[in-house]
């Protein structure tokens, strides 16, 4: 049996639905909880413990105390020790305590770290540990640009099972990338690497880095933007999903928008900027027609999951898969081409509901199609 150590990040992730773009800061936790916000963390990292629970002749799991781990597991009925002489954060904890509860998970003779959170999470995991103990990341923040991250969280037990069952025998380095929250909020991404972590070798688990645009293909983008100018239902309520490529549309349109945030607009002007997944509940309900339009991310090969946590997988249902429209460049299209893109909304059925084929917009009336996984 090999000893894997669990380590919960409980607010990672807490301002995603809510708007805010991250969970780093005393201010923003206390805002994202004015906002109605809960924890989204424990939940992802349950789907990842019942994935071990299912495994539990191959594994041994040293966790820490209440929210950052033990809750969980006794919740899904898996075996668990920790560590004498802690005692529960409970919700409201730190970097300090990640770093805390690493280290000593490690002293305890754990042979890889997972662990439940985002890239600020990720960046207090390699300071505590380097690259001296594999681990592997169970996305649950608002943004997860690192490297280190498996594709959803049930993904990660399956690679945690199959690195105890020595399945999985290699390791390499993996980048772990943080952002300025605050120019992010700002609608500025600066993104830099912090470092490196251990990871286990297999590759089609693990999700890659973000990456932007090159800025090529100016011409068939530019084509892109006129058709959905053109085509633009002005009948139909638009959730409108952050990235480039849709503030390109909007600008086609000579619509303001957020960057990095969701939008509303109907009949060609903006009803809502910036909006929390009770803003786009609360608003389409007046609408009889609704729309969600959204981008691929980059690298990662996300539709949701990843940064727009607003569109949530409520809204999603609500919407119906049929109205969903993806529109990319071909440039960024063409570096998926033989791979599948993905979604991890938190809620198994919703991703389930979204698997399948889907036409992505590449240009005036060209598109591509590619297969969503779960």
Not at 245 to 258: E, H, Q, V, Y
Not at 349 to 368: F, Q
Request: proline residues 2%; contains cysteine.
């Amino acid at each position: 049996m090999k000893r894997i150590g669990l380590i919960v990040n409980p607010i990672a992730g807490i301002g995603g639905k809510t708007g805010l773009k991250g969970s780093d800061g005393e201010e923003v936790f206390r805002e994202a909880i004015a906002r109605g916000a809960v924890m989204e963390s424990p939940k992802k990292a349950f789907a990842t413990v019942q994935i071990l629970k299912a495994s539990e002749a191959f594994v041994d799991v040293y966790t820490w105390p209440g929210k950052m781990g033990e809750d969980i597991c006794k919740e899904a009925g898996l075996r668990c020790t920790v560590p004498a002489g802690y005692t529960d954060t409970g919700s409201r904890t730190t970097s300090e305590d990640t770093v805390r509860a690493a280290k000593e998970l490690v002293k305890a003779g754990s042979e890889l770290i997972l662990f439940a959170g985002g890239d600020g999470t990720a960046r207090d995991i390699m300071d505590a540990v380097g690259t001296g103990v594999p681990v592997l990341g169970i996305p649950a923040g608002c943004k997860i640009h690192s490297g280190v991250y498996a594709l959803n969280p049930r993904r990660a037990g399956d690679l945690a099972v199959k690195y105890a069952q020595g399945k999985v025998r290699e390791t390499k380095e993996a980048e772990v990338m943080d952002i300025d929250e605050a120019q992010f909020r700002n609608g500025k991404v600066q993104s830099r690497l912090y470092g490196y972590l251990k990871i286990p070798g297999e590759g089609g688990m693990v999700q890659n880095i973000k990456c932007g645009s090159t800025g090529g293909g100016r011409e068939s983008i530019e084509r892109l933007y006129d058709y959905m100018a053109d085509t633009w239902d002005r009948k139909a309520l638009y959730i409108i999903g952050g990235g480039s490529t849709t503030a390109g549309i909007m600008k086609r349109m000579n619509l303001s928008n957020t960057l990095l945030g969701v939008d509303l607009v109907y009949g060609g002007q903006v009803l809502a900027l910036d909006c929390t997944e009770q803003d786009i509940l609360r608003i389409m309900e007046r609408y009889e027609k609704v729309k969600i339009l959204i981008t691929v991310i980059g690298g990662q090969g996300y539709l949701f999951g990843r940064g727009n946590q607003q569109i949530s997988a409520k809204v999603i249902r609500r919407v119906g898969k049929e109205n969903i429209i993806v529109a990319a460049s071909q440039e960024k299209m063409l570096s998926f081409l033989g791979k599948n893109i993905y979604v991890d909304t938190g809620d198994e059925e919703t991703d389930k509901y979204l698997a399948g084929y889907m036409r992505i917009i590449t240009g005036y009336g060209e598109y591509a199609v590619i297969k969503v996984s779960n």
